[in-house]
T-cell receptor
């Protein structure tokens, strides 16, 4: 089945550091990938929709200069948390759907997430 | 935009009992409703999904029902086992490839032996 790989799985870094998270679709191409954020014991909140070859679409309240998204190929999207602070600590999860057509019957598959801890 | 409500937030059952989780959605244009299981420290895993052109779908011990008129859908797990313990999320979206899923708040299911 479709596999989404996310790397790294866990990051601890100092405040002010920028952190890059990679999301790859391993056996399919994904025109669109999605980035979610999840706080402990809470639901997944959509941060942005990543579109291959174009700018990402951010949800209301998400700072695009803080969370830089690059979707340079049909199998890779990256999320960079710039100048991270403790309040950015969270579980970040990406997802992708197989299919480049407007109407896709393929389900979304999720990576295993990246736990980001900013000291 | 879409809003998904999920109940209950926690559910405790004895092994072998059935578990039912219910969700409602607000966007009448939504036509795809997946259910995900999330274990601690992992990403969500798709367990079953249903589209608006059917009212029920089954896969072994898991079933999902959909009432489009009332805009609600439910997950049914029969003969629960301890390994079913996890957080379950419902979601809704339109079926276009670039449309994100909107999730409910999750249900923590605990199955005791």
């Amino acid at each position: 089945g479709a596999v989404v790989s996310q790397h790294p799985s866990w990051v601890i870094c100092k405040s002010g550091t920028s952190v890059k998270i990679e999301c790859r679709s391993l056996d399919f191409q994904a025109t669109t990938m999605f980035w979610y954020r999840q706080f402990p014991k809470q639901s997944l909140m959509l941060m942005a929709t990543s579109n291959e070859g174009s700018k990402a679409t951010y949800e209301q309240g998400v700072e695009k200069d803080k969370f830089l998204i690059n979707h340079a190929s049909l199998t890779l999207s990256t999320l960079t948390v710039t100048s991270a602070h403790p309040e950015d600590s969270s579980f970040y999860i990406c997802s992708a759907r197989d299919g480049g057509q407007v109407y896709s019957n393929q389900p979304q598959h999720f990576g295993d997430g990246t736990r980001l801890s900013i000291l | 935009g879409e809003n998904v409500e999920q109940h209950p937030s926690t559910l405790s059952v004895q092994e072998g009992d059935s578990a039912v989780i219910k969700c409602t959605y607000s966007d009448s244009a939504s036509n795809y409703f997946p259910w995900y299981k999330q274990e601690l420290g992992k990403g969500p895993q798709l367990i079953i999904d249903i589209r608006s052109n059917v009212g029920e779908k089954k896969d072994q011990r898991i079933a999902v029902t959909l009432n489009k008129t009332a805009k609600h859908f439910s997950l049914h797990i029969t003969e629960t086992q301890p390994e079913d313990s996890a957080v379950y999320f419902c979601a809704a979206s339109r079926s276009q490839a670039g449309t994100a899923l909107i999730f409910g708040k999750g249900t923590t299911l605990s199955v005791s032996s």
